[in-house]
Structures are given as C-alpha cells and as structure tokens.
C-alpha cells in the first residue's frame, strides 16, 4: 500500500517542516493551532471529499496505478470512449484513508472501485459482468438530467477562475454574467469589477499621478524641458478604457478556449437546480445545473440621501468619467476613497475628503493615519468627522456644479460647498438579494447581505458553493477569489483536498504613499496577543531616490509586530513608501514560511532599496526611542 | 580607501587602541561604530588614494561615493528619463524638447554624497570613534603607521585590526593609452561634464549598470566585451538583461578586446580593438573610455607580508575563515578584500556588525554568506538570491532540479506600450517533493524590492508550496512569483496572459 503510511498529509507537512537544524522560524509551526484535526471531523471531511468525487463525475475510479486490474478498468472505459475521473490512492498522501472511507461505504475493501452516475458499480469483475449483461451501458445513459455541471453566476476574477478550472477538469461549465449599470449609466464587460472598475483602472490611474510626482523630480535630476505641463483626462481614460477593452476581450477568447459557455444575462434561481437566465432584452431562458456556485460581488453603496443616485458618481462610474471630474468632494474613508482621492490629486484637481469616522477602517491605525497625514501635506483636503446631507445641482454640464450640504457627527454644526464631482465611496453591498437565494434556501447574512460558508466555501444548501466579495468575514481582494475559485473547482471535481488560505493575505492600498500590509494590525494583535506579549519594531525612512527630489524625509515608516512568547515571530508587517506592494509580496511569503525577527535580522538587505528596511530593525516601539532618520 | 579600526593595549605608544578599523567603508565604519557601542576604544583609519585621473573623496567607502549610492541615483535619473517618455500615454502633456543637463544631475548626486560622509563622520563622533584621515600600513602586527596627506606620521597600535580597504577598479595598463585616457567607475560619478559619447569596455554588473544610465539619459553608449555578460550571474538571466539593454538603445561589441587608445587632436580619443574570432581590426570614436573590468583588492600598500597575513596571489585577496580572521590571529579582514566574499555593502556591514559582537563577547554568531540576495539596477533591473540555474544543476543534477518560470508584462507597461519580451521571473527548486526553492530570479521594473522579502522566504527553507499557497498582490509584479506554475520540463508557452 500507500508508500508514506497511514498518515493525514497535513501532518506530514509539518513534520517535514523541521529539518535537522531547525532555524527558530520553523519549529512552533508544530504546535501551533490548526495542524491537527479532530478524527470525526477529518472523517466527516473525507467523507464529503469522496461523496463530491462519486457525484460530481459521470464514472469515478478509484484506484491504484500498479493494480492490473484497474489498468483493465479504465482500458475498458476508454475502448467504451467515456470519460472517467481517476484517484490513484498510491499517489495520494492519506489514500490508506480513502480506502477505509470507501470500504465504510461500499463494503468493497479492494481497488479499483468503481462508480458510475453515482451507483457503486463494485470492482473490475462486476464492472466487466455489467459491461457484459448491459448494465453498465444502461448506468452510462442515464447521464445526469441537467443541463450543466456547473454554473457560476458572475464573471469577475473568482468567478472566471472556477469556471475555467472546471472546465479544464472536464466538466460542462456555464457562466451567466450581468452588470446592471450604475445609475448613472456607466456598465462594463466581462471580468468583474477588479478588471472594469477596480485594481486595473485604479491602478493605472495612480501610475499616472506617480508619473506627475516622477516629472516634479525629474527635473532635480538634470531633466530639462518646458515648465507647462498639463494633465489631459481624456487622453488618460481612453488609454486605461483601451487597456480595459482589450482585457474583456481576452478574458471571453480564454473562455471560449476552455469551453465554457458565457452568457451575458442575468441569473436567479428558481428551483434547487435551475436558473433564470434574463438578458438585456429581458428574454429569459432557463439552465440546470448539479452544482453552484456564486459569485456575484458587490457594488458600491449609495447613502440614501436628497440627489445621492441622481448626482453622483461612483468608482463604477469615475473610471470610464468621459469628463474630468474638477473640483472633487469624496465622501468615506475606505481604501476606495483615499485612493481616488490619491490620483484625482495627483492630476492637479481640488479633492476633498469627507471622513465619517476613522481612516481604512480594518487597517492598522497608526499606518492609516499616516496615509491620510501624507495626503494632506500633499494638498488633499480631509473634512473629518461630517457627512453629507443632501446634494443639489447648481447647474449641469461635463463636470456640472452641486451644492453639497453636510452635518457634523458630533454637533449641531452644518457645512456647504460647491463641488464639480461627488464621488461616493462609503463602502460596498453584495449582490446577493435579488438572486432568487431565499427560494432555494441559501441563508444570507440579513444586515450585510454577505454569504456566510463553511470553510470549503459550502453554503448551507450542499450543491451551492460562494467565493469572493460575497463572503462573509473572508478578505475581498481579487487575488483571494481567484484562488479561492480554483481550489474550489479542483475539490469539486478534481481530486484535490486543498483549501484556501485565507490567513495572512498581503494587500497594498495604492494611495499616493503606498501602504502594503500581511497579519495582524496593531490593534488587532494587542486584542489578540496582550500588548505585553508583542514586541513592535519600527523605523522611519528616507528612500534613497527621494533624497536628491528633496522628497519628506521622515514619511515613509516600517513596522513589524511580533509575538514575544513564539520565538518573535512577525505576525504583521507594515510599510509605507513608494512601491510598498512590489515588497510586501515577498515578506508574506515569508511569513507563510514562519518568520521570524531573528531570521530578519540574519538576512542581509539589497542595497540600496526600501525593502531593505525590514533586515535593520533595531528601535522598538516599547524603548520609546526616536526612529527619524540620519545618514544612509 | 582602507579603514583599520584598532584599540588600546600597553602603555608607551602615542595612541592605544581596542579595536581598529582600516578604512571607512560601509564595513570599516559599521564595525567601528558598532565595536564602539559595545563601549571599546575604536579608531578608524581611512585615505582615498586619488584615481588615475585625480577623482577623490570623502568617508564611506565605494558604496556610499563610487558605487551603489550614486549609481542607484543616476540610474533612477535614466528611469525618470523613461518616465517622461510615458507620462504622455497617461494624459500628461510634455512639451519638446526634453533634454538633460548632467551637470545638474551630478551635482545634485554629489551634494547627497558629501552630505552622507559628512553624516558618517558625525556617527563616529557621536560613538566616540577616533577617525584619521591617513594613508595607514602595518609595522607589526598590533601597530600601523598611517601618513597624512601633509605628510605626518601616526603610529597606532592595537589589541585587534581589522582590514576593510575594499578594491579598486582595475586598468588593463597592457593597453596603450588606457591608463593616461580611460576613466574608471571612480570618476564617472564625479565628472563635471557629461562624458558624451562613451565606450564602457567590460561585461560587470558595473560596466552594464554604468552603459545602462548612459543610454537612459540618451547619450550614444557601446559596451565591449570580450564573452560572456554578468560572469557568476545566472546566464539565461544575463543575456536577457543584455537583450533588453540593445532594444533600449545601448550598442553592444561582443567578443572584441581593445588593443589601444589613442588621443585626437580635438580631444576625441579613438580606440582600436580587434575581433577575438575574426582577428580583424576596427576602430571608433569616443569622448570617453569607462573601464569596468574588475577590481583589485586594496591590499598591496599594507606591508602585509611583513606581519605575515596571507593572501591569494592569484587575486591579490586576504584569506580569511569563518570568523573573519586571517593568517594572524588578531588581524581581521571583511568586505570586498576578503577571499570568497560577495561583494556586497550589506554583506560587508553584518560582517563587521557580528565581528565586532564576536570581538567584545556579545555574541558568537558567524556570517551566513549563503542565500546573500542582490540585485543589478540595469534598465530593466535583475534581482536574485539564491543559486541560478547553472549552479543548481551542478550541484544537484538535472534532473533533480524544477524550474517554474514565467514572461509577464508589468501593468503599467500596457498604457505605456512598452516593450516587456525581457520582463521574466523564474524559481529554481529542488524537483523532489516538497520543492525546495533554490534561488529566485526576477527581472523587471523594482526588482530590488520584489527580491528583498523572497529572499526571507528563502532563507526560511520556503518550498514551491509555500510559495503558491501565498496570496498575490493584484496588480504587482512581485505577484508573479507566487503565479509561478510552468515548468520549464513541461515545455509549456510560460507567457503570462490575463489576471487569472
């Protein structure tokens, strides 16, 4: 049998994670929680894996690649020209235990073990008499009743990556993807919101502000050229729409080539295992399908306030803004705020921010203050502690003119101005009420709408499954929903056990300072560990290429957060500065790796780069020591 | 320039010193700075010996005056270069003609260096580090004599040295004219004048670092070299990296060897070289000839034969084990003088750091000179930690070895419209589960920044696994990393397409 034992590979894992000289990041990793699993759960777990296995594929073998009997198996099914899925117990880690599994259900003990359309068909023997008497060929007919394997309702990063997955598995893939445009008008084609109205244009669209900050500099560096330099809007969103354009169309193309079916209709259910598929023309159609899975999103969030959805815009809206916005207000503090805020500034125009409450809410405070602290001094104007009451229009055009009336939190006092734009940015409400979920039984989250799910991404009713934005308490970041989307795909119908990870996710908020971050903020380690158990490194720093800019020294800082009584192991990482998100993404790495203060300061540093920061930390914050900066 | 950090012993001498450093380099000042904290008498002894052609400066070392610091901030210079040919595909409106003023940009780069060794000096009076600006050689193997540009002499004597004179740039002196013509990359920083057109005769990261900011700031740039480029790099990286540095403009003359230069009546020096295969002669004209074909240990004016440190005759480099101490117990070397050391300011710093603690008792720790990340800031910047993909085989076999790697385009390339054929990543790791990672390539804009955390992750025994099982960063390029999922064995298109 099974040449690494009776063990749960996760076990081994670990195991195999302490070599003979163990650096201290590696060692606590056996102890820590998580690794070890009660046996009913696991068996529970194994039971589900193999009941998706026997449900999810037309013919289902089990078997192991050296047992003659199972080459004739599958010999026999291809001379028969169908398709079967396969799980070698020899090649997996815990096959001891899937054959035990299988034994419990079958009472066959022996490989291969054969299912056909659900039904337990026995072994080789019983599945040739099957083949021989008719059986099999009368098991094989009755192929499932529905339309699809699998339909995914939303094509946004999450979405599209499950579809393709399971496609590349083998399995008839639908997706059903529909933006309902914003009340302003503005919709968008296939990728979801990340590719349309998120990461990609934002992302672009802060280049474009880093690029007026690298032509202030450039100067200081001996470039010569004339003084007038002027930001064209239009130019600038017609380059990131084209961008944009070109990957809607490649993600359709990818589509095509997997063989998954796209429809752009609306889709809500009305029966366990059938869908409503509405589109633009309101012709519906309807689709079955064995398994589900939602990935639907979010959109922003209106404040239900006088000419909120008739006067303003949203980042549905801003990118694809075919005026330049002028003078700004935005209205919340989400990273969605500060970041248009970022960029709108970066081009020259009046921005101000109306802050309800705190800064990056979630975020480590101390960094998002900072944030806010160096978009201000960076010519963003912050209105902390007001929200808006009602918005008027002075007059209309390409940008237009509204009167914005807004209230103090915390007194009788009232403000007014006249803005060109108002861009709302007050947080963001899955779509998931007008799915038909309540007809089927699928239990949302009745105050926030998100979808709460086991941690296979199973909601309540088995053959219904949510990934992304929709989740409820998961980080909503396209990276993660792809992730998730794929590793959802190959438990389904692969024979793959792994989940998704969803601790320490890296992000980076690409506000004019960028600020990247892995674990806990400081908050939230102090309420976990006690402030007495962490101890908080951190420095402040000049990046080198600031220097000759005459860029703000002492700005951009760096701080770690590590657990005293686990041999000092980071459990959050902060930075702010200038490409924090090119160097958070290693340190998390690293920090799925287990590390430690010790093996940062035994790791020498690139010189001269920012990243290079985190290999010198000496100051705690517990000293109370100054961390401004002298020399290099 | 050659620092010696040493400290007090018996009474008698003019000075006493625990500790002594030659040289204030990164590591000379790091060590004294750091001995000094841990409350011993320290004195760092430093001289620049003027270049060839008259460069000179002041305390740091290469790093801080001819090498990292300067050349990072030129080369940020040739990127802003780039950047301003960008802003306008991102609305920015940019009049014509954009030209660039080197003296300007020199000037700027020098005021931040004589403001970085003058914040040297001060750390070493803030930590009590006695510094003489003295040209120092052993007489025994507790006391250097150092001269001073008057002429002056000062014995210093010490419980322990430590020799931290780092290297020099070599001149083929062979080749007529290249002593009296050529420049070094100790002067290039310090030139008044923009060098014009330029030869940079050699195939370092230096040679292609400096012909790489040159083009950047649209000067007519060649590189001759006589093989192979980034010897000791990962070659398929390598030859990316000269790849990209021909579409971006610099011309490259390979297998060629200079033979000599000789001086134009307007200034202009001509140089001749010969084909190494063809054996056929040619010449051009250029304004300035920039040899980076080496270093050389600063170890000959020591009188190290005297007290009896050994060196490699070969190379010229102290030998050292693996406390750092060489031949004679008490005398020190780390940095760029010592035998089998990257050449590497932070690997220079920590050495001097953990020499100092190991010294005066804090600790034992040794240096770890495995894994050392670092990065080469051509155009398209190189960064790698780890072994490349020749080494890996080497020492494990090929087939043994698994090798994911990926052609991405970084995003904000596409609005720009900018060429990324040569934007490539790829991971070296063991073929056996769990897939150790053996090194990590990376080349593309920041690649210093993407490399520092991996280079962590390394460090901490990352497999493959751990790699995937993080979660990108969207939209980076760092991302790519944790993308990887094309083998080079599958022969599979490793182009990357979409977000997915």
Not at chain 1, 580 to 607: N, R, V
Request: hydrophobic share 35%.
């Amino acid at each position: 049998m099974g040449k690494v034992g009776a063990v749960p590979n996760r076990r081994l894992a670990s195991v195999r994670g302490v070599p003979a000289t163990s650096p201290p990041g590696r060692r606590a990793r056996l102890s820590s929680p998580g690794t070890s699993h009660q046996p009913s759960e696991a068996r529970e777990e194994m039971r589900r894996r193999l009941r998706n296995l026997i449900e999810g594929n037309r013919v289902m073998i089990f078997s192991k690649t050296y047992c003659p009997h199972s080459t004739r198996v599958k010999e026999l099914f291809s001379s028969l020209g169908v398709d079967y899925n396969v799980l070698e117990l020899d090649r997996v880690d815990d096959g001891p235990r899937v054959q035990d599994m299988l034994t419990e259900i079958t009472n066959q003990k022996t490989v291969p073990n054969i299912f056909v359309n659900k039904v337990h068909v026995g072994g080789c023997d019983r599945t040739f008499q099957a083949h021989h008497n008719g059986l099999l060929q009368k098991l094989l007919q009755e192929s499932s009743a529905n339309d699809y394997d699998l339909i995914v309702i939303g094509g946004g990063s999450g979405g599209l990556s499950c579809a393709k997955e399971a496609a590349i598995l083998g399995k008839k893939v639908m997706v059903l993807d529909f933006v309902v445009p914003s009340p302003q008008g503005t919709s968008w084609g296939l990728g979801g919101t990340c590719v349309n109205v998120g990461c990609i244009p934002k992302k672009l669209m802060h280049q474009a502000a880093l690029l007026g900050q690298a032509l202030q500099d450039s100067r200081k560096f001996g470039w010569e050229y004339n003084q007038q330099v002027k930001h064209n809007w239009e130019t600038m969103t017609e380059a990131v729409q084209n961008h944009i354009g070109s990957l809607n169309w490649s993600y359709r193309l990818s589509l095509r080539e997997n063989g998954v079916a796209y429809v752009n209709a609306y889709g809500e259910f009305v029966d366990l295992h059938k869908i409503k598929a509405t589109n633009k023309k309101g012709q519906e159609t309807y689709f079955s399908a064995s398994k589900f899975v939602i990935a639907t999103g979010e959109r922003p969030r209106y404040l239900g306030i006088q000419g909120d959805k008739e006067y303003c815009i949203t980042s549905d809206d801003l990118f694809s803004l075919p005026y330049c916005p002028g003078k700004t207000l935005v209205v919340g503090a989400s990273y969605v705020a500060l970041e248009c805020a970022g960029f709108l500034a970066g081009f020259g125009l009046d921005v101000t921010v109306m802050v309800r409450s705190v800064l990056l809410r979630g975020f480590d405070q101390e960094m998002a203050e900072k944030v806010g602290s160096y978009m201000e001094k960076h010519g963003v104007k912050f209105l902390r502690k007001f929200v808006p009451l009602m918005v008027q229009q002075l007059e209309k055009g390409s940008p237009g003119k509204l009167k914005v009336l807004a209230k103090s939190t915390e007194g009788p006092e009232t403000i007014e101005d006249v803005y060109n734009t108002v861009l709302l940015a007050i947080g963001r409400d899955s779509c998931t009420r007008k799915l038909g979920l309540e007809k089927i039984g699928v239990k949302i989250n009745e105050k926030n709408g998100k979808i709460p799910v086991n941690d296979m991404e199973q909601t309540n009713v088995p053959h219904i499954y949510a990934i992304g934005d929709v989740l409820e308490g998961k980080p909503e970041l396209t990276p993660v929903a792809i992730k998730a989307g794929k590793l959802l795909a190959r438990r389904l119908f692969g024979a793959s056990l792994e989940k998704c990870d969803y601790i320490n996710v890296p992000t980076t908020v690409f506000t004019p300072l960028e600020y990247g971050c892995c674990g806990f903020s400081e908050e939230k380690a102090i309420e976990v560990y006690k402030k007495e158990n962490l101890e908080v490194y951190h420095t402040l720093f000049w990046p080198l290429e600031w220097t000759v800019a005459g860029r703000d020294n002492n700005t951009c800082y760096a701080k770690i957060i590590c657990n005293k009584f686990d041999s000092d192991r980071v459990i959050g990482f902060h930075i702010l500065g200038p490409n924090a998100g090119e160097i958070t993404q290693g340190f998390a790495a690293a920090m799925k790796c287990g590390l430690t203060k010790q093996l940062l300061d035994d790791t020498i540093g690139i010189h001269p780069t920012c990243g290079e920061v985190f290999t010198t930390l000496e100051i705690t914050k517990s000293s109370g020591l100054d961390v401004t900066q002298k020399g290099c | 320039m050659a620092a010696m950090a040493a400290a007090l012993r018996g009474p008698g001498r003019r000075f006493r010193w625990r500790t002594q450093a030659l040289a204030g380099g990164a590591r000379g000042a790091a060590r004294g700075a750091a001995a000094a904290q841990l409350g011993r008498k320290v004195a760092v002894v430093d001289y620049v010996e003027p270049s060839p052609q008259g460069t000179r400066w002041g305390l740091g070392g290469t790093c801080v005056n001819v090498g990292c610091i300067p050349k990072k901030l030129m080369h940020q210079t040739a990127l802003l270069g780039g950047m301003i040919q960008d802003a306008h595909h991102y609305g920015w409106e940019v009049a014509q003609p954009i030209r660039h003023d080197w003296r300007k940009m020199a000037e700027a780069v020098q005021n931040h260096v004589k403001s970085l060794n003058w914040g040297h000096r001060v750390q070493l009076q803030d930590r009590k580090v006695k510094y003489f600006n003295i040209k120092a050689s052993f007489i025994n193997k507790h006391t250097v004599c150092g001269i001073a540009k008057s002429g002056k002499e000062t014995l210093l004597s010490a419980d322990h040295i430590v020799i931290a004179t780092g290297g020099r740039p070599r001149y083929p002196t062979h080749i007529e004219g290249a002593l009296e013509y050529g420049i070094t990359s100790d002067d290039i920083f310090w030139l008044k004048e923009s060098p014009g057109k330029t030869l940079v005769v050699g195939a370092s990261y230096v040679a292609l670092e400096c012909a790489g900011f040159l083009t950047g700031i649209k000067l007519d740039t060649t590189v001759m070299m006589r093989s192979i480029p980034l010897r000791g790099f990962d070659q398929q990286m390598s030859s990316l990296v000269m790849e990209h540095m021909e579409s971006h403009g610099t011309q490259f003359l390979k297998g060629c060897i200079p033979t000599c230069i000789r001086r134009l009546p307007d200034g202009q020096l001509q140089v001749t070289w010969e084909d190494r295969t063809s054996g056929k002669k040619d010449t051009g004209i250029f304004d300035t000839v920039l040899w980076a074909i080496g270093r050389i240990p600063e170890t000959r004016n020591l009188n190290l034969e005297e007290v009896g440190v050994n060196i490699n005759p070969e190379n010229q480099k102290i030998i050292v084990d693996a406390q750092e101490v060489t031949s004679v117990p008490n005398i020190y070397a780390i940095g760029d003088v010592a035998e089998g050391r990257p050449e590497l300011t932070p690997t220079a710093i920590m050495a001097g750091k953990l020499l100092a603690q190991r010294l005066f008792g804090q600790s034992s720790d040794l240096m770890d000179y495995n894994n050392v990340p670092t990065t080469v800031f051509t155009p398209l910047e190189y960064g790698c930690v780890g072994l490349s993909e020749e080494e890996a085989v080497a020492r494990h076999g090929q087939e043994h070895i698994e090798v994911y790697h990926a052609y991405y385009k970084p995003l904000e390339f596409t609005v720009a419209e900018r060429d990324a054929s040569q934007c490539y990543v790829k991971m070296v790791c063991l073929r056996e589960s769990p897939q150790l990672v053996l090194g990590l390539h990376f080349l593309g804009p920041n690649a210093g920044e993407v490399t520092q955390g991996f280079a962590l992750g390394i460090k901490c025994g990352a497999s493959y696994a751990q790699v995937m099982r993080t979660v990108g960063i969207h939209p980076t390029c760092s991302e790519e990393v944790v993308k990887l999922r094309i083998s080079k064995r599958s022969g599979l298109d490793p182009t990357v397409t979409g977000c997915g």
